[in-house]
């Protein structure tokens, strides 16, 4: 059998495959509530073969929304919907997981589509909140320095966040701590300037990353898997960098973590990026390699062939896909065929698979 269609466990949690669905941010809630568009996006996915699906970044507060119209967490309404998501998900024989996340100084903005700028007072603009109060562009407003009142309340936020995730339905927690959100803001030299237990050597600017790792954990008890996504480089020198990342998924598996989620950047605007072709899989393999830990590749990984490579060369041990599953939501079921493996489609398509 191909890796990729080899299943795995994860604690108590089994995926059919090794592919998931990353999280990507669809801009189309009101309030914070999912809807149909969200329905149809991760069924859709569900439908297509993928083993997990995550949903996009949940706010576990409202100003913890990049956007106005970001999927929300933060209160029991939220939940009826996402539990019918989650059934259907689960109907078609894959893993509903969830990415709660709090944008930090990268909230309060425009959709992307409607320009991505900083909301205006007339707008809507809400108080950012960050480690110190440095903007993401010097033309934006400074966000809040938090304070430790902020802090005990982001902190129960996520725990809050968790157990609604786990009467929604989900199976597998993704903690948010990339791409220059607020987690992301504390562990990087480059966004935290404090001078206090949570600022200045990395066990302080990694601390609050643990502490809701280990509230999240306590929610969600041993049974089912606790997923971070990091951004293992600033691609910013002087930022935080490969081996910084190592040391944190260290840290992190000593906490109940059991797979890293391997992104990067998202902290700077002057930041560098190599992109390319599986250009983050490096950065999987790394922590891989040195920690033990369980990794998720992610990063312009678009081919079948490609996907099995990673998984052959043990470089990663779940394929975490974005663009590729909006261009193609079936493409596990495509890669099926392009490996030669005879994988069961919805008894609905059946009459198409040959």
């Known amino acids: 059998m191909a ?11 089994e995926l059919k495959n090794r592919i998931a669905v990353s999280p990507m941010c669809e801009y189309s809630s009101v309030d914070g509530f999912a809807n149909d568009w969200h329905l149809v996006h991760l069924g859709s996915r569900a439908v297509g073969g993928a083993g997990l699906i995550i949903t996009e970044a949940a706010a576990v507060s409202p100003e913890g929304r990049i956007t106005p119209a970001d999927l929300g967490i933060w209160k029991d309404e939220h939940i009826p919907f996402l539990q019918r998501i989650n059934e259907f998900i689960v109907s078609e024989g894959a893993v509903p997981g969830i990415q709660l996340a709090h944008a930090g100084r990268k909230a309060s903005h425009h959709v992307p589509w409607k320009g991505g700028k900083f909301l205006s007072p007339e707008e809507g603009a809400w108080q950012t909140l960050a480690p110190s109060a440095i903007p993401f562009i010097e033309s934006e ?29 989900f199976k597998v927690i993704e903690i948010h701590a990339a791409h220059g959100y607020l987690l992301n803001e504390f562990y990087s030299p480059l966004s935290n300037h404090r001078q206090d237990e949570y600022g200045g050597s990395f066990e302080n600017r990694t601390r609050l990353l643990v502490e809701i790792t280990q509230a999240v954990r306590k929610v969600i008890g041993e049974e089912l898997p606790l997923f971070v996504r990091i951004s293992a480089t600033d691609w910013v020198e002087g930022g935080f960098n490969g081996d910084d990342a190592v040391q944190l998924a260290a840290l992190l598996k000593t906490h109940s973590v059991d797979l890293i989620d391997c992104s990067s950047g998202g902290i700077s605007p002057d930041q560098k990026i190599a992109v390319g072709p599986m250009y983050q899989v490096p950065y999987a393999e790394k922590i891989k390699r040195e920690t ?22 043990q470089k990663a041990d779940l394929i975490i896909l974005a663009r590729q599953l909006l261009r193609d939501p079936y493409f596990p079921l495509h890669a099926a065929k392009a490996l030669n493996q005879d994988v069961q489609w919805p008894v609905q398509y059946e009459r198409a698979k040959r």
Request: aromatic residues 4%; hydrophobic residues 50%; charged residues 25%.
């Open 3 to 13: 890796l990729l269609f080899e299943p795995i466990r994860i604690r108590n949690i």
């Open 141 to 169: 407003p400074a966000p809040k320095e938090m304070d430790a009142e902020d802090i005990r309340q982001t902190i129960a936020d996520f725990a809050a966040a968790a157990e609604r995730a786990m009467q929604a339905g």
């Open 292 to 313: 033990g830990l369980l990794t998720g590749a992610v990063g312009l990984i678009t081919t079948a062939e490609d996907a099995e490579q990673i998984l052959a060369d």
